[in-house]
């Protein structure tokens, strides 16, 4: 299922999964992921991985003020009592040393089963680790990363021209991963292993990140559903009350958008993760 938001009415949902939001990159759609965290409220929301992009952090440091408003409203949705688990991917791998702590009320987990409202069992992890490219080649990883961040750049100025001759948002770099044979298979060999990871768990559902390729199938008797990403597709899974799963495209271009929230609790938060793991 897909559907892009069209009324400025929010959303009361059960759970919210988002991933691959990279914040720290200057690809990272900040401000169309705070108008969707605007319009959407969740009992809980789980961070499923690549959520701040520690591989260009490190390389070049860059943390606009909407980086910090990202991670103020998510703490803030925390304090009003949503539930809200992190599961670390690849470029936030850092966290991986903390699991079962808590940061502001955001719990790190290495791999989360969700049971559905309809009682279908999910398993729950960010996929990195099925990547092979990212297990046995790291020195590849990272060409394959900076090779993403030209086809990213592209993109940017290509939209540009494009809101100025009035015409929608179109991904340059996820048309151009589509066109590649060995993309479309890497992403159908890596759907399969997921999805007997899953089965290997006794869930009847997978829910993943990692490859910026969102869906909602059945692999077998397993229910596969990737969360895409915020660099290109701007998309996340919510689950609604019935147990029913949506994928929602947030199609709305609200260009600048921020809420102007204090920041400070946001760089404690960041400066206590920077802090425990030098530690």
């Known amino acids: 299922m897909m559907a892009a938001q069209q009324d400025n009415s929010v959303r009361k ?4 999964f988002i991933s691959d939001v990279h914040l720290g990159s200057k690809a990272a759609k900040t401000d169309y992921l705070l108008d969707f965290l605007r319009h959407h409220e969740a009992e809980t929301i789980v961070l499923v991985g690549d959520i701040v992009d520690g591989w260009r952090l490190k390389r070049s440091w860059y943390w606009p003020q909407n980086c910090n408003d990202v991670v103020q ?8 009592g949503a539930r809200i688990v992190y599961i670390p991917g690849n470029h936030d791998e850092f966290l991986r040393d903390f699991p079962g702590v808590h940061f502001g009320g955001i719990e790190v987990a290495q791999r989360y089963m969700h049971e559905g409202a309809d009682g279908r069992k999910y398993l729950v992890l960010h ?5 092979v490219v990212v297990r046995n080649a790291r020195v590849l990883a990272y060409l394959g990363d900076w090779a993403y961040d030209t086809a990213i750049a592209i993109n940017i100025g290509l939209a540009a021209v494009r ?3 009035g015409m929608p ?3 340059f770099s996820s ?5 590649v044979k060995h993309a479309v298979n890497f992403i159908g060999e890596f759907q399969k292993v997921v999805a007997e990871e899953a089965r290997r768990h006794d869930a009847q559902g997978v829910i993943c990140g990692h490859i910026h390729h969102a869906v909602i199938e059945e692999i077998g008797d397993i229910r596969y559903i990737n969360t895409g990403d915020w660099v290109e597709s701007c998309t996340a899974i919510a689950e609604h009350h019935d147990g029913t799963m949506e994928l929602i495209t947030w199609h709305q271009m609200r260009g600048g958008a921020s809420e102007g929230e204090a920041s ?5 938060l ?5 802090t425990q793991r030098a530690a």
């Open 175 to 179: 048309w151009a991963k589509l066109q």
């Open 13 to 16: 949902l059960r759970t919210l």
């Open 264 to 268: 400070g609790e946001a760089d404690k």
């Open 127 to 131: 996929g990195d680790e099925f990547d």
């Open 270 to 274: 960041l400066a206590q993760l920077l």
């Open 169 to 171: 948002y179109w991904s």
């Open 163 to 165: 809101r100025r001759l």
């Open 73 to 80: 409203k998510l703490l803030r949705k925390a304090r009003k």
